[in-house]
């Protein structure tokens, strides 16, 4: 089992949709969660950063926690075409530099 | 504010060739990182650097070379290129280690 699982996608959705961007993990040490948006050719943005549980809401963007089910979310209200991109869960734990960056889920918002 | 930048942008070497891509902050962060990218790994630790003078190995360090000795630089070094390592590299930054880090626009390698 990987330590980090995201849906590769592609994702495709209508301009003003809601987008729901998920991974699992495996180790429960982790405590730093982050979300990162990458367009094509460039580097990774960071977009949300959550500390332990729960929720974080950013404008249009809000993140999720779950540590008891290892779950974390990405939520993107009314889609903009401007969000097409690969989105990139991370995490981190306290103990030394354990820090893990998912696959990667690509999402096109078709105007 | 530059924050970070690396360069080339591109690069192609051959086989056997030393190459050095650099990176340079401006930000005064601890701690420096070496990434690749690849298509169906995603994003891959090669090395990291708490602080100048001090680095360690992440997930993928063989056939690479690091050194910091200023805070602000961190070169990432192939002795001897190999095809395997053409890539996309970046760089990042962190204040702390832990949590959020900040990348550079990435460095595109061939090795012919």
């Known amino acids: 089992q990987k330590e980090v699982e995201q849906d590769p996608g592609p994702l495709s959705v209508p301009e003003g949709a809601i987008v729901s961007l998920n991974c699992t993990y495996s180790n429960s040490a982790f405590q730093y969660f982050m979300w990162y948006r990458q367009y094509s050719r460039k580097g990774p943005e960071l977009l949300m950063y959550?500390?332990?549980?729960g929720n974080k809401e950013d404008g249009r963007f809000t993140a999720q926690v779950d540590k008891s089910s290892k779950y974390i979310s990405l939520f993107i209200r009314d889609s903009q075409p401007s969000d097409s991109a690969t989105y990139l869960c991370a995490m981190s734990s306290d103990y030394g530099q354990n820090f893990v960056f998912g696959p990667g889920t690509r999402l096109s918002v078709l105007p | 504010d530059a924050g970070i930048t690396q360069s080339p942008r591109y690069k192609i070497t051959e086989t056997g060739r030393q190459v050095t891509l650099m990176c340079h902050q401006t930000w005064s962060h601890s701690y420096m990182f070496w990434y690749r990218q690849d298509l169906g790994h995603g994003l891959r630790l090669i090395y990291y650097s708490a602080a100048a003078d001090i680095t360690d190995k992440g997930e993928v360090p063989d056939g690479y070379v690091v050194s910091r000795s200023k805070t602000e630089n961190f070169p990432l070094t192939l002795e001897s290129a190999t095809r395997s390592q053409t890539s996309v590299y970046f760089c990042?930054?962190?204040?702390?280690?832990?949590?959020?880090?900040?990348f550079g626009p990435g460095t595109r390698l061939t090795v012919l």
């Open positions: 959550t500390y332990s549980s």
């Open positions: 990042a930054t962190s204040t702390s280690g832990r949590g959020e880090q900040f």
